[in-house]
């Protein structure tokens, strides 16, 4: 188990005031903190994972033709 250290005594007290209105002590909320920042990091490589394989098994998926600049710009103005 990791200890944390050298955190600002005033940080910490001032923190520590905080946390009954949390119902929780410092050591939780920096515990849930962490296992937030954990937990996106999951999240966001299954995300990728999940669109590296809908991009490998999609055939066929095109969107179209792909426009000149000049004709990008025809379709935007007003005649």
């Given at each position: 188990m990791k200890e944390i250290n050298k955190i600002d005594?005033?940080?910490y007290d001032r923190a520590k005031e905080r946390v009954p209105d949390l119902e929780s002590s410092v050591n939780e909320q920096v515990t849930?903190?962490?296992?937030?920042?954990?937990?996106?990091?999951?999240?966001?490589?299954s995300a990728r994972?999940?669109?590296?394989?809908l991009f490998n098994t999609t055939r066929g998926f095109g969107v179209g033709q792909k426009l000149s600049r000049e004709e990008m710009h025809e379709r935007g103005s007003v005649r």
């Open positions: 005594d005033q940080l849930s903190y962490l296992k937030a920042l954990n937990g996106d990091d999951i999240r966001l490589a994972s999940r669109m590296k394989e």
